[in-house]
């Protein structure tokens, strides 16, 4: 089993930046890859990012050249760095861990861009 944790969402200005972190623990060894995703207000869940163990990332064409994700080589913490953000950013941000035929997702923490 995987528990994950997010942290550093918050209230930023449209423009304004943000980092997430997601501390993971339990048999992180076994985590094959790490992603954010969001459900912004009465829309569905959506990728915002997703990071490899050996570091192949992807990215929607919303989020693509302002949102990088990166992680520690232990697979134990992943980031997701938000610049120039938007008010359409505007959305629960929960954080993934893959292994092997099971998803884990933490519980998610707010971000709120104000226009």
């Known amino acids: 089993q995987v528990q994950l944790v997010e942290s550093g969402g918050g209230l930023v200005q449209a423009g304004g930046s943000l980092r997430l972190s997601c501390a993971a623990s339990?048999?992180?060894?076994?985590?094959?890859?790490m992603g954010w995703y969001r459900q912004p207000p009465g829309k569905q869940r959506e990728l915002v990012a997703r990071i490899t163990r050996g570091g192949r990332t992807n990215y929607p064409d919303s989020v693509k050249g302002r949102f990088t994700i990166s992680r520690d080589n232990a697979m134990s913490t992943v980031y997701l760095e938000m610049n120039s953000l938007k008010p359409e950013d505007t959305a629960v941000y929960y954080c993934?861990?893959?292994?092997?035929?099971?998803?884990?997702w933490g519980q998610g923490t707010r971000v709120t861009v104000s226009s």
């Open positions: 993934e861990a893959e292994i092997v035929g099971y998803d884990y």
């Open positions: 339990g048999s992180i060894s076994s985590i094959n890859a």
